[in-house]
């Protein structure tokens, strides 16, 4: 499950949000295109920090979804605690990484929390088979033709990638984990968390030397600091509480 919500962590799905949201305008999603695709190892200066502004936006985003079930319903009060300040923490950031975008770079990124809400809400249509989905041209709703298809893969004739397709599909299970047991939530949550900190910190650690704006920078470090430390606590919690 986890391997898929990297998959929405992914640029294609960040154009797929884009392109439903009814609050993204024209101009922001033009602005996102050319950098959707672009490793960021392979960009620097202001590529660099419109590019990973906009990816660890959408990366935060995921780690507040995540994170709410086991606040609501998890038995430790230590990871309780410890999901409360990753959802403010994380909130806290977003909030600077859209004001610099928009403030450096002209970029309205839409709010990612509220998106994503939305579609587990059922108020943003993401339904798998077509059902709810976009038209695209040609009339067809877009869906999967198959799962051998690379993530930039177009499938013929519906126009929408199947990664993408996938990973918005996938953005329900994460209601699911507030259906778990207790002990079951905590021992998941921190299993996915810890492999979606390290996503983060590999993306921070390739600001230095890279980033434009020392802003981004200084925020990369903290990202590095801080999910480490949060990575190191949740591993001995999994090792101490349920022997993983």
Known sequence: MMRRWTILAGPLALAALLALAPWATART???M???MGQPLEQLSGDEFDKTFLTRMTMHH????????PVVANGQHQ???D???KIIEDQTREIAQMRGWLK????IELPDMVAMMDAMQSGQMPMMPGGQGMPQMAGGGAAKPEGHGMPMGGMSQGQGMPM???????DMSMMADLGKLPPPRLEAV??????????GAVEMAMLAPGRAAHQEVLALAQGIVASQTDEIRQMNGWLAGWYGL
């Open 82 to 84: 410890l999901g409360s």
């Open 29 to 31: 999603t033009a602005q």
């Open 103 to 106: 403030d450096w770079y002209g």
């Open 163 to 169: 990664g993408m397709m996938q990973g918005m599909h």
């Open 189 to 198: 949550f921190m299993s996915q968390m810890v492999v979606h900190h390290q």
């Open 33 to 35: 295109g050319p950098m």
């Open 78 to 80: 230590e990871l309780k």
């Open 61 to 68: 985003a995921m780690a507040v979804m995540m994170t709410r």
